[in-house]
């Protein structure tokens, strides 16, 4: 099976920074948010031309894009969905004027799929997910999700290892240890509360655990 991972932060607080070490060769980008990724030298390392690069926030069309990557790009160790927010956010836009629940009740099917069967691809294969985050009025961090179905979903219940891209002391940095927030690793997978801001080691760390 493969492995998922969920990195989830403020604007800003290093998740798209993250993934900047990985191999581009290794790696497929889908940029949900339609932003471009930020750091220096990027757009060589993803675009059209390496065929390692989409743009697009469709739900359905992200999550047949990872199954085909899944059987026929058997190069490709990573996928990336920035962010799930992205999707979440671009699919209420275009059926805004549509009544009823129907569009509600398709986009959490569909987005519960793409996180839920990120365990399910071929075991050579790391699905990263990013998102955004809301704090609640006592301080609670956790996926931000557009819905009370997702909301009643708990993505994070269907993730081992949620990390929290922050900014501490002006440098970045993911939280590790659960402290009032969905926060959760393998147990003893990290021996600190904060780890360097870089995918690549939490993938290594987490393949040899």
């Known amino acids: 099976m493969s492995e998922a991972i969920?990195?989830?932060g403020q604007s800003g607080s290093g998740k798209t920074y993250s993934m900047r070490f990985l191999d581009p060769k290794e790696t497929f980008y889908i940029d949900c948010d339609g932003k471009g990724l930020n750091w220096k030298g990027w757009?060589?390392?993803y675009n059209k031309t390496n065929k390692n690069y989409y743009r697009n926030d469709n739900p359905d069309t992200v999550l047949s894009v990872i199954k085909q990557i899944d059987k026929e790009q058997k190069h490709v160790k990573n996928?990336?969905?920035d962010t799930i927010n992205g999707i979440m956010i671009g699919d209420e836009m275009r059926r805004?004027?549509?009544k009823g629940y129907d569009k509600w009740s398709d986009l959490?099917?569909?987005v519960y799929y793409i996180v839920h069967d990120a365990n399910l691809y071929r075991e050579d294969l790391n699905i990263i997910l990013v998102a955004h985050i809301q704090v609640e009025d006592d301080g609670f961090t956790r996926?931000?999700?557009n819905g009370k179905k997702l909301n009643k979903t708990q993505l994070e219940t269907m993730l081992n290892n949620v990390l929290l891209a922050k900014r501490v002391e002006g440098e970045y940095v993911f939280?590790?240890?659960p402290s009032n927030?969905?926060?959760k690793t393998f147990n003893g997978l990290f021996e600190t509360e904060t780890i360097p801001n870089n995918i690549v080691d939490v993938i290594k760390a987490i393949r040899e655990f």
Do not use: G
Request: with cysteine.
């Open 96 to 98: 805004m004027k549509e």
């Open 175 to 177: 939280e590790v240890v």
């Open 108 to 110: 959490a099917q569909t």
């Open 143 to 145: 996926i931000l999700t």
């Open 181 to 183: 927030n969905t926060v």
């Open 79 to 81: 996928i990336i969905v």
């Open 6 to 8: 969920c990195i989830m």
């Open 43 to 45: 757009k060589k390392q």
